[in-house]
């Protein structure tokens, strides 16, 4: 497959919706770009205004009609070499610059003062390879949030119709292999196993994707009843408003990513809260299920609130947003490894006192927990609510 390229450090600056933003896309072992991100933080620290900004960057695609003057550096690797590339946000066209533009005296004030987009040519003129440069091709971008459905920019259809046209296809695609000249001596149930078994309107690997997603609730995917195509473990139809507005959208998601058209350029793929009204044993299995599908890599960068979807992140996938007094926003890989228990990560990559997710129940064995986490503790804020606990158990 063709390489899109490799992005590996954005800035973003004199944004209305983001303060200065310098976000380190690279893995820590390699130096290479990550091809997974997920971003956390507390509410209000701009997450999801973040991400918006890189499927921007990335994509070239506006999330929203511009009216201010931000723009963004984009550091990526073309070809195998390292460039810059100054993109206003809104606009497709920009400035390419040598990376040595890292090492001039006024990149070190980029934090402070900014220049406007118009002055970047002049200030870093020794700097610069290209004036106008178009954007660079990506892979085909989706966007999914609690409101919105994007790919490549468009809005996608409700699952219904999603389905609606999908089982349409099918039928049609069956009716031309039922008069194939090599099957019509077959049998009809002949013709429906080579159909299930050589054809992609078939939908084996959606089939297989949703049978997987759906597998803990007991339900059944079969794409080859008029009916269908979600039952129950006794053959009886769930009908679609039956499954519940957070898992339909889930299915959509899922849906528009695995049957996505060929492309020669890898799938990028933008999550702004996939965990949102889900049941948590969903939202552990679902990042690791857009990974499985066979012959892709896709790019994922995610925005959750969800330890259980930051869970399945290496520590060096995560970026912790952290908000200053002066409203500055900085960045820290994460801490706890991947996979690691809820505690662990509430504690270490959300800041959340250890005590948090421990029961609050009374007795000896809530305690003796309290008590070890105290030893474990070096915060001096978290060990007085650690002792305070301790103290209001053994009240009662």
Known sequence: ???????????????HRLPFVDLDLTDSETGNSSQEICLIG????????????????????????????????????????????????GERDGHVFRVSIESSEQWQSLPVNAPSFDELREIFAEHLVLG????????????????????????????GPFLERLLRAREEAFHQFLRAPENREKTVAEVERDFESSSPHALPVLRDFWSRLLQPLGIRVEFGRTDGPFFNAKGGLIPLERLGHPLRLTLLRTGLFVVREADEFEPILF??????????????????????????????LVATQSPLIAAGFAPSQRRRLQVGPNDEVTFARGIAPKG???????????GLAYSTSVPKTTGA????????????????????????????????
């Not at 969903?282 to 892709?296: D, Q």
């Not at 927990?369 to 209001?392: G, M, P, Q, T, Y």
Request: aromatic share 6%.
């Open 132 to 159: 106008s440069s178009p954007g660079f091709p990506t892979g085909t971008a989706f966007w999914f949030d609690a409101e919105r459905h994007l790919v490549d920019g468009d809005s996608a259809p409700e699952l």
């Open 271 to 300: 999550l702004d809260g996939p965990e949102d009204g889900l049941h948590p044993e969903l939202c552990t299995k679902l990042i690791p299920l857009y990974r499985s599908l066979a012959g892709a890599t896709p790019q994922i």
């Open 365 to 396: 064995p809530a305690a003796a927990r309290l008590k070890r986490a105290i030893r474990e503790s070096e915060d001096e804020d978290e060990l007085a609510d650690l002792i305070d606990e301790v103290i209001s158990i053994r009240k009662f």
């Open 1 to 15: 497959m063709s390489e899109t390229p490799a992005v590996k450090r954005i800035l973003v600056l004199r944004d």
């Open 340 to 350: 690691a228990s809820i505690d662990e990560v509430l504690r270490d990559d959300f």
């Open 42 to 89: 507390p509410n209000g620290s701009g997450k999801s205004a973040l991400l918006a900004r890189l499927h921007e960057a990335i994509t070239g695609i506006p999330r929203w009609i511009e009216s201010g003057e931000g723009y963004c550096l984009l550091r990526l690797t073309l070809e195998g070499e390292d460039l810059y590339l100054a993109k206003r946000f």
